[in-house]
């Protein structure tokens, strides 16, 4: 076995264990959803496939695709939003791992177009300011991956909320994804919460970048 | 034992298993639900004892009755939706299987008479459109089953809000009914959450029919 | 030991079972709840200790105190909510069982003091009409127990909801009790959401009065 | 070893425990909150590693800082909050405690910087009154422990809504705090429901008070 398909081995069992996650962080119901990650160093990714339930997923269903979307190991087809990963990989070359779900709140806010407002430190510190709207797009062809492209370069957050949809989150590797999958879902509800019975206060421009910078910076058990 | 027994023998199995996934997913409390399914070629079905909890459940409980919704196997009491779930399967033969829940979300809607409109592709994909509501019935007679297929008939959706009742769903097998119940009330919350904080935006007829088209065609392993 | 003793020790088993189902069933954080029963025949009820984690009970640790609610065995304080349950005790003969709980959404409901209206069958079914609500009454005298009496003998419900407090319910025995919790909780949330989007629709009197009778009379097994 | 290395072993096996205690109690997501607790006797307290998973940490990762927030046992960097946690314990010597979560619904009330009112028994019981909300403040220097400190001394409660950024709670040990945290959530998310509705009724001021009193003196089983 050569070091390309130990890479892949090695990915297949993270990609699997961390769509398992999504349930289990309450983001999906059913098959709902979808974790891939880029094969580091290859134009390759594996992504769940399409339309299994969380709990029957192995290692070995996972499917390896190229970053055109066509299958190159697995019996099985990959999630229908294969092409839609693939572009996002494709166009950002620092993305390692994407996930899709339907969680409940970020749902809501894409169905009406608007933006998850910057107004908890937790959204400046995971989203670097408001958690910004894609176009509404159909699945099938680039357009997803498009809108998602383009929503993200301008912006520093690495969650989109594809209008009528739902999220895409993206990160250096699947986990990180997965953990911006998690607070988006949080703030999504939190925020909600804060504007059902007021206005929220704004956070000062300056102090969002502030928060930002720092979290990026100085969170978390220094990496050697 | 012949074809017929072992056909019932083994539907006993799935559908008390299914009974007891209604709880997990988070769509009934204490006894409020019940799954059937229908005995494949014969005029029988499956379905769950009264007033019993989910968790006491077994598959020697289930009852067996015919498509009258008169007891032909089992000790115990058949539930008390069975002459509406039989109302169901006399008059709709593609349907093999039934779901009836309290699930809260879907219930909200149900107590206004409202659909749930079709604002994110979740719902197209799954419900072909809005999801209907059928007219408010007294349980006792076949007033509510005549309702569920008189909704049902004239919609993709195998979704119906029962007016100040709640939801039944239908599918090809009790499984997939018990999917249509999972995915409704995900989007009854979503949709519901959505229309706290403002308008939805719409999406265009068409692209729901190309969704609902498509969601029907391509998703999911190919069976064979 | 006598038949007194073993009832006791009997109840002893199902009165702490029943609290640790609190919450289990959602209905209680920390040690906010507590549920009782009746020794049949007697004088006497045994209740949950005052103060004490649900995962930290035992069948030992559950208090037996008379109507009065003076400790007759045990050696722990009873709950702070003795006298209450004992009052209901002593007033209503056929109760056999009492929880209290600080459920979520029906506390919303206690804290505006208003009833839930009866707007979904499941209410009809559980409460046979609105659930009404008790007046506002401090802790440490009868007041409390004097409302819960009051307010119950007026209604068709097994359940109240204290002002500004939060719920007691009743039951021919504790299991009952619980169940009118659950039920209780699940139908202020589900009328709670459906009052959120709009003005849910009035079932009439007499269709009210029609499923109260019929889920009396022919819902779930017959007892022998 | 010494008393103190005891006292320091058996306080980080607690508070190990009871920050596993928070994802539990559905008050936090990924790494997004922290318990700290004050050495007996010492100018020295045990808190969680930064960014580190609630499913990763054991007794041993714990991190032992002076009041200052200088580690003075552990080879992980501590908190990001263990500035503002120092600082509680430096003006506050009566507190044992503290715990930082970012709790859906206290989070809601922190970004409109509305005190959660009074408006059933459990807030006057744990909460003495309105629970208060602090000043926004920048995370890195002093500005949150000020914060923190100024609004609690100026009421009963043991919980502080900092202002754009979530709870702190205090107690006379960390499973005290642990408790205030798991309490404000569910009285934040009551009384939000409660006002989604109308307009909750007010408790008279002597209630409160008579509440408040009663509540520490009179709950639980007597310490000796």
Chains 1, 2, 3, 4 share one sequence.
């Not at 050569?2 to 119901?29: K, W, Y």
């Not at 970053?67 to 996002?88: I, K, R």
Request: charged share 20%; proline share 6%.
């Amino acid at each position: 076995m050569n070091e390309v398909s130990r890479s892949i081995t090695a990915l297949r069992e993270v990609v699997c264990a961390l769509n398992q996650d999504l349930p289990r962080h309450g983001l999906v119901v059913w098959t709902a959803g979808n974790v891939s990650g880029r094969v580091p160093g290859q134009e390759l990714m594996v992504i769940k496939p399409s339309g299994m339930r969380f709990d029957e997923l192995t290692p070995e269903s996972m499917v390896v695709t190229d970053l055109n979307g066509v299958v190159v190991e697995g019996d099985l087809s990959p999630s229908s939003d294969t092409g839609t990963h693939a572009y996002v990989y494709r166009h950002m070359p620092e993305v390692g791992g994407i996930v899709h779900t339907h969680s409940t709140y970020a749902c809501a806010w894409a169905a009406r177009g608007q933006a998850i407002p910057c107004v908890l430190t937790m959204v400046a510190d995971e989203f670097g300011g408001d958690v910004p709207v894609g176009p509404f797009a159909l699945i099938g062809n680039e357009a997803i991956g498009e809108g998602i492209v383009a929503t993200l370069r301008e912006s520093r957050s690495p969650a989109v909320l594809m209008q009528n949809h739902g999220p895409f989150t993206i990160g250096k590797d699947a986990q990180s994804a997965v953990k911006a999958a998690v607070m988006l879902e949080e703030v999504a509800k939190a925020v909600h919460h804060a504007h059902q019975l007021g206005v929220p206060i704004p956070i000062p421009q300056s102090d969002i970048d502030h928060l930002s910078d720092r979290y990026r910076s100085v969170y978390g058990q220094r990496q050697e």
